[in-house]
T-cell receptor, first 109, second 114 residues
Protein backbone atom coordinates (compact mmCIF):
# COMPACT_ATOMS: atom_id res chain seq x y z
CA UNK A 1 0.00 0.00 0.00
CA UNK A 2 0.92 3.64 -0.18
CA UNK A 3 1.99 5.38 2.96
CA UNK A 4 3.26 8.77 4.04
CA UNK A 5 4.51 9.33 7.58
CA UNK A 6 5.11 12.61 9.34
CA UNK A 7 5.01 13.55 13.03
CA UNK A 8 1.60 14.42 14.40
CA UNK A 9 2.68 17.48 16.34
CA UNK A 10 5.78 19.56 16.98
CA UNK A 11 6.50 22.52 19.22
CA UNK A 12 9.12 25.20 18.63
CA UNK A 13 10.07 28.64 19.93
CA UNK A 14 9.62 31.91 18.08
CA UNK A 15 12.82 32.85 16.25
CA UNK A 16 14.16 29.30 16.25
CA UNK A 17 14.49 26.70 13.48
CA UNK A 18 12.35 23.59 13.07
CA UNK A 19 12.61 20.61 10.73
CA UNK A 20 9.53 18.60 9.83
CA UNK A 21 10.30 15.17 8.39
CA UNK A 22 8.29 13.13 5.92
CA UNK A 23 8.93 9.56 4.78
CA UNK A 24 6.99 7.90 2.00
CA UNK A 25 6.37 4.58 0.30
CA UNK A 26 4.35 5.04 -2.87
CA UNK A 27 3.75 3.35 -6.20
CA UNK A 28 5.97 5.53 -8.31
CA UNK A 29 7.15 9.04 -7.66
CA UNK A 30 6.57 12.21 -9.64
CA UNK A 31 7.36 14.78 -7.02
CA UNK A 32 6.76 15.77 -3.43
CA UNK A 33 4.83 18.78 -2.20
CA UNK A 34 4.70 20.65 1.06
CA UNK A 35 1.60 22.63 1.93
CA UNK A 36 0.76 24.87 4.86
CA UNK A 37 -2.74 24.83 6.27
CA UNK A 38 -4.10 27.18 8.92
CA UNK A 39 -7.11 25.97 10.85
CA UNK A 40 -10.32 26.29 8.88
CA UNK A 41 -8.55 27.29 5.68
CA UNK A 42 -7.51 25.51 2.50
CA UNK A 43 -3.88 24.41 2.13
CA UNK A 44 -1.46 26.79 0.46
CA UNK A 45 1.46 25.63 -1.65
CA UNK A 46 4.95 25.91 -0.11
CA UNK A 47 7.30 23.81 -2.21
CA UNK A 48 7.71 21.14 -4.85
CA UNK A 49 10.72 18.78 -5.10
CA UNK A 50 11.24 16.24 -7.85
CA UNK A 51 15.05 16.02 -7.85
CA UNK A 52 17.30 15.22 -4.91
CA UNK A 53 18.63 18.13 -2.96
CA UNK A 54 17.66 21.25 -1.13
CA UNK A 55 15.31 23.92 -2.48
CA UNK A 56 15.44 27.20 -0.61
CA UNK A 57 12.66 29.77 -0.71
CA UNK A 58 13.02 32.54 1.81
CA UNK A 59 12.59 31.28 5.36
CA UNK A 60 11.39 27.90 4.11
CA UNK A 61 13.54 25.17 2.57
CA UNK A 62 12.63 21.68 1.42
CA UNK A 63 14.93 18.70 0.98
CA UNK A 64 14.39 15.47 -0.93
CA UNK A 65 16.19 12.13 -1.06
CA UNK A 66 14.41 9.83 -3.49
CA UNK A 67 16.62 6.83 -2.69
CA UNK A 68 15.63 7.09 0.99
CA UNK A 69 12.00 8.04 0.39
CA UNK A 70 12.56 11.01 2.63
CA UNK A 71 11.91 14.72 2.67
CA UNK A 72 12.01 17.50 5.22
CA UNK A 73 10.67 21.01 5.46
CA UNK A 74 12.93 23.45 7.27
CA UNK A 75 11.48 26.62 8.73
CA UNK A 76 13.87 29.32 9.92
CA UNK A 77 13.33 32.42 12.04
CA UNK A 78 10.01 31.10 13.21
CA UNK A 79 7.15 33.54 13.60
CA UNK A 80 3.92 33.11 15.49
CA UNK A 81 2.02 33.11 12.20
CA UNK A 82 3.89 29.93 11.23
CA UNK A 83 1.68 28.03 13.67
CA UNK A 84 -0.23 25.76 11.31
CA UNK A 85 -0.41 22.24 9.98
CA UNK A 86 2.18 21.24 7.41
CA UNK A 87 1.14 18.63 4.90
CA UNK A 88 3.48 16.41 2.92
CA UNK A 89 2.04 14.99 -0.32
CA UNK A 90 3.56 12.74 -2.98
CA UNK A 91 2.54 12.58 -6.63
CA UNK A 92 2.46 8.89 -7.50
CA UNK A 93 2.90 7.14 -10.85
CA UNK A 94 -0.72 7.94 -11.79
CA UNK A 95 -0.21 11.60 -10.90
CA UNK A 96 -2.49 11.23 -7.91
CA UNK A 97 -1.60 13.19 -4.80
CA UNK A 98 -1.08 10.96 -1.78
CA UNK A 99 -1.40 12.99 1.40
CA UNK A 100 0.22 12.63 4.79
CA UNK A 101 -1.92 13.32 7.84
CA UNK A 102 -0.11 16.58 8.49
CA UNK A 103 2.12 17.91 11.26
CA UNK A 104 0.64 20.44 13.62
CA UNK A 105 3.32 22.99 14.44
CA UNK A 106 2.89 25.00 17.62
CA UNK A 107 5.05 28.12 18.03
CA UNK A 108 5.61 29.43 21.54
CA UNK A 109 6.83 32.93 22.41
CA UNK B 1 0.89 31.42 -8.38
CA UNK B 2 -2.24 30.59 -10.28
CA UNK B 3 -5.64 31.23 -8.71
CA UNK B 4 -8.57 28.92 -8.20
CA UNK B 5 -11.72 30.68 -7.08
CA UNK B 6 -14.11 28.53 -5.09
CA UNK B 7 -17.52 29.57 -3.86
CA UNK B 8 -19.44 29.70 -1.74
CA UNK B 9 -17.01 29.93 1.16
CA UNK B 10 -19.62 28.60 3.49
CA UNK B 11 -23.15 27.34 3.17
CA UNK B 12 -25.84 26.11 5.52
CA UNK B 13 -28.58 23.97 4.04
CA UNK B 14 -31.48 21.89 5.23
CA UNK B 15 -31.26 18.13 5.25
CA UNK B 16 -32.56 16.68 2.00
CA UNK B 17 -31.66 19.65 -0.18
CA UNK B 18 -28.85 19.90 -2.74
CA UNK B 19 -25.86 22.22 -2.70
CA UNK B 20 -23.61 23.18 -5.60
CA UNK B 21 -20.00 24.24 -5.11
CA UNK B 22 -18.13 25.92 -7.97
CA UNK B 23 -14.43 26.12 -8.70
CA UNK B 24 -13.02 28.36 -11.40
CA UNK B 25 -9.41 28.55 -12.52
CA UNK B 26 -8.91 32.25 -13.19
CA UNK B 27 -5.59 32.46 -15.00
CA UNK B 28 -4.85 28.95 -16.17
CA UNK B 29 -6.63 26.04 -17.78
CA UNK B 30 -7.27 23.25 -15.32
CA UNK B 31 -7.13 20.07 -17.36
CA UNK B 32 -7.54 18.10 -14.15
CA UNK B 33 -9.61 19.02 -11.14
CA UNK B 34 -9.47 17.23 -7.81
CA UNK B 35 -12.17 17.39 -5.18
CA UNK B 36 -11.28 16.80 -1.54
CA UNK B 37 -13.16 16.57 1.71
CA UNK B 38 -11.71 17.25 5.10
CA UNK B 39 -13.36 16.31 8.36
CA UNK B 40 -12.24 18.08 11.54
CA UNK B 41 -8.73 17.17 12.66
CA UNK B 42 -8.26 14.81 9.72
CA UNK B 43 -6.23 14.99 6.56
CA UNK B 44 -7.58 15.87 3.17
CA UNK B 45 -9.34 12.94 1.56
CA UNK B 46 -9.55 12.76 -2.20
CA UNK B 47 -13.13 12.26 -3.33
CA UNK B 48 -12.78 12.28 -7.09
CA UNK B 49 -10.64 13.31 -10.02
CA UNK B 50 -12.06 14.80 -13.18
CA UNK B 51 -10.51 15.60 -16.50
CA UNK B 52 -12.12 18.20 -18.70
CA UNK B 53 -14.82 16.73 -20.88
CA UNK B 54 -14.85 13.27 -19.32
CA UNK B 55 -16.57 11.57 -16.41
CA UNK B 56 -15.06 11.89 -12.98
CA UNK B 57 -13.21 9.01 -11.36
CA UNK B 58 -14.41 8.49 -7.81
CA UNK B 59 -12.40 7.11 -4.94
CA UNK B 60 -13.57 3.99 -3.20
CA UNK B 61 -16.39 4.66 -0.79
CA UNK B 62 -17.50 7.91 -2.43
CA UNK B 63 -21.02 7.73 -3.86
CA UNK B 64 -20.97 9.09 -7.38
CA UNK B 65 -24.75 9.55 -7.45
CA UNK B 66 -24.59 11.65 -4.32
CA UNK B 67 -21.58 13.77 -5.20
CA UNK B 68 -22.09 14.90 -8.78
CA UNK B 69 -19.02 16.36 -10.44
CA UNK B 70 -19.10 18.29 -13.68
CA UNK B 71 -15.97 19.52 -15.46
CA UNK B 72 -17.45 20.86 -18.64
CA UNK B 73 -14.73 23.39 -19.40
CA UNK B 74 -11.06 24.00 -18.69
CA UNK B 75 -11.92 26.77 -16.25
CA UNK B 76 -14.96 25.49 -14.39
CA UNK B 77 -15.73 22.44 -12.29
CA UNK B 78 -18.69 21.93 -9.99
CA UNK B 79 -19.49 19.57 -7.14
CA UNK B 80 -23.15 19.06 -6.26
CA UNK B 81 -23.98 17.38 -2.99
CA UNK B 82 -27.41 15.89 -3.55
CA UNK B 83 -29.92 15.13 -0.81
CA UNK B 84 -27.48 16.40 1.79
CA UNK B 85 -27.51 14.94 5.29
CA UNK B 86 -25.83 16.14 8.49
CA UNK B 87 -23.02 13.60 8.03
CA UNK B 88 -22.11 15.39 4.78
CA UNK B 89 -21.15 18.45 6.81
CA UNK B 90 -17.49 18.97 6.05
CA UNK B 91 -14.89 21.20 4.43
CA UNK B 92 -14.81 20.67 0.66
CA UNK B 93 -11.79 21.83 -1.34
CA UNK B 94 -11.07 21.76 -5.04
CA UNK B 95 -7.67 21.73 -6.65
CA UNK B 96 -6.80 22.41 -10.25
CA UNK B 97 -3.80 21.34 -12.26
CA UNK B 98 -2.67 21.89 -15.80
CA UNK B 99 -0.39 19.15 -17.07
CA UNK B 100 2.04 17.95 -14.44
CA UNK B 101 2.38 21.19 -12.53
CA UNK B 102 1.74 21.79 -8.87
CA UNK B 103 -1.86 21.81 -7.77
CA UNK B 104 -3.58 25.08 -6.95
CA UNK B 105 -6.29 25.02 -4.33
CA UNK B 106 -9.54 26.85 -4.01
CA UNK B 107 -10.38 28.62 -0.78
CA UNK B 108 -12.60 25.79 0.41
CA UNK B 109 -16.30 25.56 1.23
CA UNK B 110 -17.54 24.81 4.69
CA UNK B 111 -20.84 22.94 4.37
CA UNK B 112 -23.17 22.60 7.33
CA UNK B 113 -26.30 20.51 6.90
CA UNK B 114 -28.96 21.06 9.53
Amino acid sequence: GQNIDQPTEMTATEGAIVQINCTYQTSGFNGLFWYQQHAGEAPTFLSYNVLDGLEEKGRFSSFLSRSKGYSYLLLKELQMKDSASYLCAVLDSNYQLIWGAGTKLIIKP
Amino acid sequence: GAVVSQHPSWVICKSGTSVKIECRSLDFQATTMFWYRQFPKQSLMLMATSNEGSKATYEQGVEKDKFLINHASLTLSTLTVTSAHPEDSSFYICSGRTGDTEAFFGQGTRLTVV
